[in-house]
């Protein structure tokens, strides 16, 4: 092999010819062994909503390639751990849906054992890089969401196809608020002092007069 050789991103080196093309084919097919991070595409979930932390399975969306160029699909990878955004008890749910494009990242050993028992805990087996081990990361490559909470320019919209539930000990808005749709209240609403449920108002008369504004 001559010594000024170089390769570039597109080529492939020589597998014959000297001891340093042999070696270096042996590595290449080592590397080729381990699982790398990948795009990849949901085709199952299951753990959603308010259940512990679920599972995915996915498919690698890049396609095997021999050596003569050809390509082949690549299978599914079964129950793989999906990332929450969680801190404690609290929890912003947004679990990923059948169809959604992610990423992979392949952990370094067998995390079986993680994954049954939610704790620390042995390697299942002396596997490592194996996309077996594989975590999920949602939210790469998807189209424009039709239902989001967030900001659009300057505001902050909410956008669903169904009922927006707040259930708190206590809602307190200091702020105009916009709403598109009918409101409905379980417990008294309060603009300022004066209460929905127990205002009075001044004024009151016989006849076809209007009443006063209400009290606190």
Known sequence: MAANTTYTG?????????????????????????GADMPVRVTAVNGTG???????????LVHQQDGAG?????????NVP????QGGARAI???????????????????????????????????????AD???VGGLLNASPTEYIGWVGPD??????????????ECDINCPVNVTG??????????????????THSGVQTGGGSTGGPQG
Not at 82 to 85: A, D, G, N, Q, V
Request: hydrophobic letters at 40%; glycine letters at 10%; charged letters at 20%.
């Open 50 to 60: 308010l259940n512990p932390v679920g599972f995915v399975d996915v498919q690698l």
């Open 134 to 136: 594989a975590v999920y």
């Open 156 to 169: 902050v919209h909410v956008k669903t196809s169904g009922k927006f539930v707040v259930d708190a000990v």
């Open 182 to 199: 009918a409101i409905t209240a379980s417990g008294d609403v309060k603009g300022g002092s004066i209460s929905l449920d127990s205002h």
């Open 82 to 85: 999906y990332i929450r955004l």
């Open 10 to 34: 597109t080529q492939k080196p020589s597998d014959s010819g000297s001891d340093f093309a042999a070696m270096n084919a042996a590595i290449r097919r080592i590397l080729t062994m381990m």
């Open 93 to 131: 749910l947004c679990d990923p849906a059948v169809g959604d494009i992610g990423y992979i990242i392949v952990s370094g050993r067998d995390i079986s054992g993680v994954k049954a028992n939610r704790a620390p805990s042995a390697p299942g087996s002396f596997r490592q890089h194996d996309y």
């Open 70 to 78: 050809r390509t082949t699909p690549r299978g599914i990878i079964h």
